[in-house]
């Protein structure tokens, strides 16, 4: 080891311990432009601007119409721990405020050249303040609008090696743009303008709508795709819009969860989205999401990280199921019947629809007998030995030139035209003025999944087996198995202490069928269930269920003839089945008139 030269306890010079504290709390532009923007609005600012020069890194102007910093606070606003957001220590715990700590512009100065200008309502002149590396240049009355505007240039310029660490300025830029995309949707009610390079990024309207704030970060097809959430959960209140289908994206980069107006990311807030939009989005997609939960202030706390990202919940379990609960009954409440809803009829001044294609007669369509009755048996319940083979459906009359179901809880009629199939594996419909393309494997399949689903969710049936499965756990598994006795009986287990190291298993869930790795579903009840076996059973249930149902459903290239489909149709109906199959592909696909008129030029 190489020696060093000892050091006596001394106290850190003011430029040294401004610099330790500048990196704490400005990394990098984006948290520069964090912290000025939060201290705006806790002015009460109603529109901030934001513009940045090479990523931030030669320049920052941000300008609000706060309040304003009054004439004589102005050099105190630029001291170490100076704030007027907190008083005592126990206000740490009920912050209610973004920009509270109150180092943001020490920090900065610490690390730049820092102009600050503002002025407050009732003053005659505003206030000018140069700062660099943390000294001022120059202080003095000047001309200013009421409100604020801090330019900062050169960041870390006398910090040579935290320069060196910043990245390409495009990609801190994305930084900057990412942390105000969250911003514009948390705060709707404030008019944000973001530039970079004089070229505008995000404007958004301020008018206190959540829904223009999405269209303003997202873009119109987005916000109109969006599904609409609120509800109250265990005294937390969740209002938002989550997107799911097309709107999934391949990571989480774009899921917005905000506590109390603050934008944090929580893995369990995101697990708890993502289970709630199980079936909605294809596997390896994730759900898009601006979530703004609203709970008592001294139940999060918010001090736990200096960039403020990270929350520490009272009880995360809570806040979790809430979140879970309320998203799903809100991607719920959409069932196949609002696809498949007919759009008016165009007013009578518009000209008549062109008929092109026409059902084809029985004898046109190249169907063989085997393959009608094969088809038409799968449309019913398929039959495998815990199946009960009697619930087939009713039959249908075989020609019908529509298929009109009442809608149930509802006095709606979904009235639709079959028109034929695309490649034999996309049914066409005309409803009103929309052209549907169903995928028949999906729709079915999702069927299916929802029947035997409702099946399987009421009393665990077990299955004997002949001879019971011993399997190896460590003493601890072996322990707290026999403390989860009862509740894995409830779930269809029937197991027993072995020897100190080995349980046998006498009995399993009949859902389970022979290749089910039993033991892995035991290893994760003990290790990633929290001891909630119920929880466990239900996830291998869903998995177990979806590969019955893609197993028994009709499949593309299956050819139907007329009266399958529209009893397949009505299955849907009358169930009420949810959009998309479970694995969470679209069953349903639309274009509307207009779209059609528009792709053949007879519209403008």
């Given at each position: 080891m190489m020696n060093r030269k000892i050091q006596p306890i001394h106290i850190l010079t003011?430029?040294?311990?401004?610099?330790?504290?500048?990196?704490?709390?400005?990394?990098?532009?984006?948290?520069?432009?964090?912290?000025?923007?939060?201290?705006?609005?806790?002015?009460?600012?109603?529109?901030?601007?934001?513009e940045l020069t090479d990523g931030g890194i030669t320049s920052i102007r941000v300008s609000d119409n706060g309040t304003?910093?009054?004439?004589?606070?102005?050099?105190?606003?630029?001291?170490?721990?100076?704030?007027?957001?907190?008083?005592?220590?126990?206000?740490?715990?009920?912050?209610?405020?973004?920009?509270?700590?109150?180092?943001?512009?020490?920090?900065?100065?610490?690390?730049?050249?820092?102009?600050?200008?503002s002025k407050t309502a009732d003053a005659e002149y505003g206030m000018k303040a140069q700062v660099e590396a943390g000294v001022f240049t120059d202080f003095r009355e000047a001309a200013n609008p009421v409100g604020t505007a801090v330019t900062v240039r050169e960041?870390?310029?006398?910090?040579?090696v935290r320069l060196k660490f910043l990245k390409k300025p495009s990609a801190e830029a994305a930084l900057v743009s990412d942390y105000l995309l969250r911003l514009i949707l948390s705060r709707p009610d404030i008019a944000f303008r973001f530039s970079s390079q004089e070229k505008t990024v995000y404007r958004s309207a301020g008018d206190g709508k959540l829904e223009s704030a999405i269209y303003a970060v997202y873009g119109k097809d987005a916000a109109q795709a969006m599904r609409k959430v609120s509800g109250n959960f265990s005294g937390v209140l969740i209002d938002g819009y989550v997107g799911v289908q097309d709107l999934a994206r391949g990571n989480r980069q774009q899921q917005s969860f905000?506590?109390?107006?603050?934008?944090?990311?929580?893995?369990?807030?995101?697990?708890?989205?993502?289970?709630?939009?199980?079936?909605?989005?294809?596997?390896?997609?994730?759900?898009?999401?601006?979530?703004?939960?609203?709970?008592?202030?001294?139940?999060?706390?918010?001090?736990v990280h200096p960039n403020k990202l990270e929350v520490r919940f009272q009880n995360p379990k809570a806040v979790a199921e809430a979140v879970e609960a309320v998203v799903r009954g809100a991607l719920?409440?959409?069932?196949?019947?609002?696809?498949?809803?007919?759009?008016?009829?165009?007013?009578?001044?518009?000209?008549?629809?062109?008929?092109?294609?026409?059902?084809?007669?029985?004898t046109e369509t190249p169907y063989t007998p085997q393959i009608i009755q094969s088809t038409r048996q799968v449309l019913r319940e398929p039959s495998q030995?815990?199946?009960?083979?009697?619930?087939?459906?009713?039959?249908?009359?075989?020609?019908?030139?529509?298929?009109?179901?009442?809608?149930?809880?509802?006095?709606?009629?979904?009235?639709?035209?079959?028109?034929?199939?695309?490649?034999?594996?996309?049914?066409?419909?005309?409803?009103?003025?929309?052209?549907?393309?169903?995928?028949?494997?999906?729709?079915?399949?999702?069927v299916l999944y929802d029947r035997f689903m409702q099946r399987y969710q009421g009393e665990a049936q077990s299955q004997r087996l002949m001879t019971p499965m011993l399997l190896p756990f460590t003493a601890n598994d072996i322990s707290k198995l026999s403390e989860m006795k009862e509740e894995l009986e409830a779930i269809g287990f029937t197991l027993d202490?072995?020897?100190?190291?080995?349980?046998?298993?006498?009995?399993?869930?009949?859902?389970?069928?022979?290749?089910?790795?039993?033991?892995?579903?035991?290893?994760?009840?003990?290790?990633?269930?929290r001891g909630k076996p119920d929880t466990a059973m239900r996830e291998r249930m869903k998995t177990r269920?979806?590969?019955?149902?893609?197993?028994?459903?009709?499949?593309?290239?299956?050819?139907?003839?007329?009266?399958?489909?529209?009893?397949?149709?009505?299955?849907?109906?009358?169930?009420?089945?949810?959009?998309?199959?479970?694995?969470?592909?679209?069953?349903?696909?639309?274009m509307t008139r207009r779209e059609m008129e528009k792709r053949f030029r007879r519209i403008p």
């Open positions: 003011q430029d040294v311990v401004g610099k330790i504290a500048a990196g704490e709390v400005v990394e990098r532009p984006a948290a520069a432009v964090k912290e000025l923007v939060e201290n705006a609005i806790d002015a009460d600012a109603t529109a901030i601007t934001i304003g910093i009054p004439a004589g606070q102005m050099k105190m606003a630029f001291e170490r721990h100076a704030t007027n957001k907190l008083t005592t220590a126990e206000d740490l715990f009920r912050v209610q405020t973004l920009g509270f700590r109150g180092e943001a512009l020490a920090s900065i100065a610490a690390v730049s050249k820092v102009t600050c200008t960041l870390f310029f006398n910090a040579p905000f506590i109390n107006g603050r934008y944090i990311r929580d893995d369990v807030l995101s697990r708890a989205l993502e289970a709630a939009a199980e079936g909605f989005v294809m596997i390896g997609r994730f759900p898009i999401c601006a979530l703004n939960l609203t709970m008592p202030y001294e139940q999060v706390d918010v001090n719920n409440a959409e069932t196949i019947a609002d696809k498949l809803s007919p759009l008016p009829d165009p007013p009578k001044s518009s000209p008549p629809p062109i008929e092109v294609v026409q059902w084809m007669d029985d030995a815990f199946l009960d083979d009697a619930d087939a459906h009713e039959p249908v009359p075989a020609e019908s030139e529509a298929v009109q179901e009442a809608i149930p809880g509802t006095e709606e009629t979904v009235s639709i035209r079959y028109i034929g199939a695309a490649f034999k594996t996309y049914l066409l419909f005309e409803a009103g003025e929309k052209l549907l393309l169903i995928d028949q494997h999906a729709a079915h399949e999702r202490v072995f020897d100190a190291t080995t349980v046998a298993v006498r009995a399993t869930p009949v859902i389970l069928g022979d290749a089910e790795p039993v033991r892995e579903l035991l290893i994760d009840v003990l290790d990633n269930l269920v979806a590969q019955m149902a893609c197993k028994h459903a009709i499949k593309g290239g299956d050819t139907l003839s007329q009266a399958d489909v529209e009893a397949l149709i009505r299955q849907m109906l009358e169930t009420g089945v949810q959009p998309t199959c479970p694995h969470g592909r679209p069953i349903v696909q639309e």
